[in-house]
């Protein structure tokens, strides 16, 4: 059975930098897509952004404008690991980060079409 842990989160103030990783176990995290929600105190979970494979052992990767340019998926599948870097932080990024997997091989925004997940990481941004 595929699980995965996400662990990094904390505290941190505006303007800094936080890694998020994601341990894919029972399976491997190189032939998911994997991607990254998050969810706020009293909002849905909503989409960060995603890793596919698209051949071989490259991948593509899209985000919500809201982290365009801020935030990166990165993957090592050696260690079946899949990281989010987030830079720039603001106190709108506080929530709870939830790493998800998918064998298929879209790449949907939507939390219903992920089969995996983590327990999820907080991060808050705060001065």
Same mark, same amino acid.
């Given at each position: 059975?595929v699980?995965? %842990?996400?662990?990094?989160? *904390?505290? %941190?103030?505006? *303007?800094d930098? !936080?890694?998020?990783s994601c341990?894919? @176990?029972?399976?491997?995290s190189?032939?998911l897509v994997? =991607?990254w929600?998050r969810?706020?105190p009293?909002?849905?979970? %909503?989409f /960060?952004? &995603? #890793?596919?494979r698209i051949g *071989?052992?490259v991948?593509?990767t899209n985000?919500?404008?809201s ?5 990166a998926i #990165?993957?090592?599948n050696a260690?079946?690991? /899949?990281y !989010?870097?987030?830079n720039n932080?603001?106190?709108e990024?506080? =929530? ?5 997997g998918?064998? @298929?091989?879209?790449?949907?925004r939507? =939390?219903?079409?992920?089969a995996?997940?983590g327990? *999820?990481?907080q991060?808050? /941004?705060s &001065?």
């Amino acid at each position: 059975q595929v699980q995965l %842990v996400e662990s990094g989160g *904390g505290l %941190v103030r505006p *303007g800094d930098s !936080l890694s998020l990783s994601c341990t894919v @176990s029972g399976g491997s995290s190189g032939r998911l897509v994997m =991607a990254w929600f998050r969810q706020a105190p009293g909002m849905e979970r %909503v989409f /960060v952004g &995603s #890793s596919t494979r698209i051949g *071989g052992n490259v991948y593509s990767t899209n985000y919500h404008e809201s982290v365009k340019g801020r935030f990166a998926i #990165s993957r090592n599948n050696a260690k079946n690991t /899949v990281y !989010l870097e987030m830079n720039n932080l603001k106190p709108e990024d506080t =929530a709870v980060y939830y790493c998800a997997g998918d064998p @298929s091989s879209s790449a949907p925004r939507t =939390a219903e079409d992920y089969a995996y997940w983590g327990q *999820g990481t907080q991060v808050t /941004v705060s &001065s």
